[in-house]
């Protein structure tokens, strides 16, 4: 023991008890490619659920959002409309939605997933 301390390692679940969140994220992997850049609104419980890398999704304006998807060359956009109310943050947003290529998924209206163009990716014109 030290200083109290009896050496156990308390792992936190970063789905909160969420199951239908990791079967989404294990549903949405399957369907992207192998070493996509993904933006999720939770990096941790992706790659728990998924063992894939992904940038979370800064909580701020849509200049942020963007500033974060260029940085790290997302190419997916994975919105959880449980978490935050996305569709407004697009529709209040100077984002312009033709980059944007909504892709189906099988975890339903719960999520959404877009495909970015590589100039909206990228921030090349």
Known sequence: VFGGWTGQIIALDPLKGNREQYTWYRQIAD???DGAAVA???APAYYYATGN???SIPW???GSI???MQRYGV???VLQNTIREWSKVLADSDADRSYFQPL???AGGEIEVYRLSPVYATGEK
Do not use: F, K, M
Request: aromatic fraction near 10%; hydrophobic fraction near 40%; avoid cysteine.
């Open 40 to 42: 999720v609104s939770n």
């Open 60 to 62: 701020g304006n849509w």
């Open 104 to 106: 189906p998924t099988a």
């Open 31 to 33: 369907e992207l490619p």
């Open 66 to 68: 963007r500033r974060a």
């Open 75 to 77: 190419e997916y956009l």
């Open 53 to 55: 890398q992904a940038i």
